[in-house]
Nanobody, 114 residues
């Protein structure tokens, strides 16, 4: 399984971006898929994940501003980010976990200027 992330860039505070993460390879059964981020000097943290095909959970810092969207053919997830803040600046990674298998996409940089 490979994950291809895209959509990062530079945006002003208050603006919006949409990240995408496309999967390649065969995936069957249940798995968790979502977005994480790592800001400079900080630990990687969960942003939002699909805990099932349609159920989601978000970090408190992004709830109400970020939305996960899913397209199942093939499995592609999006992170719609609105009302961006400078503190959202980070490298964003998509991740897929299936049992003991743990896949990460390459990061995509989001920079929010004040």
């Amino acid at each position: 399984v490979q994950l291809q992330a895209s959509g990062g860039g530079l945006v002003q505070a208050g603006g919006s971006l949409r990240l995408s993460c496309a999967t390649s390879g065969s995936i069957f059964g249940d798995y968790v898929m979502g977005w994480f981020r790592q800001a400079p000097g900080k630990q990687r943290e969960m942003v939002g994940i699909f805990t099932t095909l349609s159920s989601t959970t978000y970090a408190g810092s992004v709830k109400g501003r970020f939305t996960l969207i899913r397209d199942n053919a093939p499995d592609t997830i999006y992170l719609q980010m609105n009302s961006l803040k400078p503190e959202d600046t980070a490298v964003y990674y998509c991740r897929l976990q299936k049992g003991k298998d743990d896949y990460w996409g390459q990061g995509t940089l989001v920079t929010v200027s004040s």
